[in-house]
C-alpha cells in the first residue's frame, strides 16, 4: 500500500525561529493536505495543495506541492508558542468519490517561549 | 454550525466485550471515514461510507469490526469481542462527497480496552 515518509519525527525549536518539515512519497498523489492535531482533538486542516509545483500560504504557514506529485513540504515562519502540537502531512489520490487520505506519522513540534 | 460529532470521547471496556462509537457528520455531508490512530503514529484508514452503503473497507480488520451508516441516524463503528490492542483513538470525518474535496475530522472517541 502507499506510505507518507514524514520527517523530522520531532523538533524543539526556540520561539520566533522558522520550522520546515517534509513528506516524501514512494508513489504518486493527486492532493497533499497538511494537518495539525492538538492533545485530545482530531486533525484540522491548514492547507491542501491540488497541483504539482503549487506553493499555497496560510498565514505564516507556506506549503508546496512538490513537482514529482511524490512529495511535500510545510514551512511555519516565526514560530510562537500555539504552534507547538503535532503536524501530519496526508496524501490522496483522485477518484470519482472523495476518496481515503493516507498519513504521515506527524512531526512533533515543541516551541520554547 | 455543528461540525462532526464523536460520542462517546472516553470509552473503557474489557476484553471480549462490546464497543460501540458513534459520528455524526456535519450538516449536509453524506459521507463519512473511519480512521485509527496509535500513540505516537499517524491516522490509518479503515473505511469510507456514504449512506447505506460501503464504499471502501479496504482498510478494516477482516473480523470483529464492522461499520454502517444507516438513512437516518449517525455511523457507527462496531468492535465485537474487544483486545487490548484495540485500544486507540477512532476518528471519524465527514464530506460532502465530491472528487478532490476537504474532509472534516471530529474530536475522536479513545478506546481504552483493559
Known amino acids: 500500500g502507499q506510505q507518507l515518509n514524514q520527517s523530522p519525527q520531532s523538533m524543539f525549536i526556540q520561539e520566533g525561529e522558522d520550522v520546515s518539515m517534509n513528506c516524501t512519497s514512494s508513489s504518486i498523489f493527486n492532493t497533499w493536505l497538511w494537518y495539525k492535531q492538538d492533545p485530545g482533538e482530531g486533525p484540522v486542516l491548514l492547507i491542501a495543495l491540488y497541483k504539482a509545483g503549487e506553493l499555497t500560504s496560510n498565514g505564516r504557514l507556506t506549503a508546496q506541492f512538490g513537482i514529482t506529485r511524490k512529495d511535500s513540504f510545510l514551512n511555519i515562519s516565526a514560530s510562537i508558542p500555539s504552534d507547538v502540537g503535532i503536524y501530519f502531512c496526508?496524501?490522496?489520490?483522485?477518484?470519482?468519490?472523495?476518496?481515503?487520505?493516507?498519513f504521515g506519522d506527524g512531526t512533533t513540534l515543541t516551541v520554547k517561549p | 454550525n455543528a461540525g462532526v460529532m464523536q460520542n462517546p470521547r472516553h470509552l473503557v471496556r474489557r476484553r471480549g466485550q462490546e464497543a460501540r462509537l458513534r459520528c455524526s457528520p456535519m450538516k449536509g455531508h453524506s459521507h463519512v471515514y473511519w480512521y485509527r490512530q496509535l500513540p505516537e503514529e499517524g491516522l490509518k484508514f479503515m473505511v469510507y461510507?456514504?449512506?447505506?452503503?460501503?464504499?471502501?473497507e479496504s482498510g478494516m480488520p477482516k473480523e470483529r469490526f464492522s461499520a454502517e451508516f444507516p438513512k437516518e441516524g449517525p455511523s457507527i463503528l462496531r468492535i465485537q469481542q474487544v483486545v487490548r490492542g484495540d485500544s486507540a483513538a477512532y476518528f471519524c470525518a465527514s464530506s460532502l462527497g465530491l472528487a478532490g474535496e476537504t474532509q472534516y475530522f471530529g474530536p475522536g472517541t479513545r478506546l481504552l480496552v483493559l
Open positions: 496526508a496524501g490522496r489520490v483522485l477518484s470519482t468519490n472523495a476518496g481515503k487520505s493516507t
Open positions: 461510507l456514504q449512506k447505506e452503503n460501503i464504499i471502501d
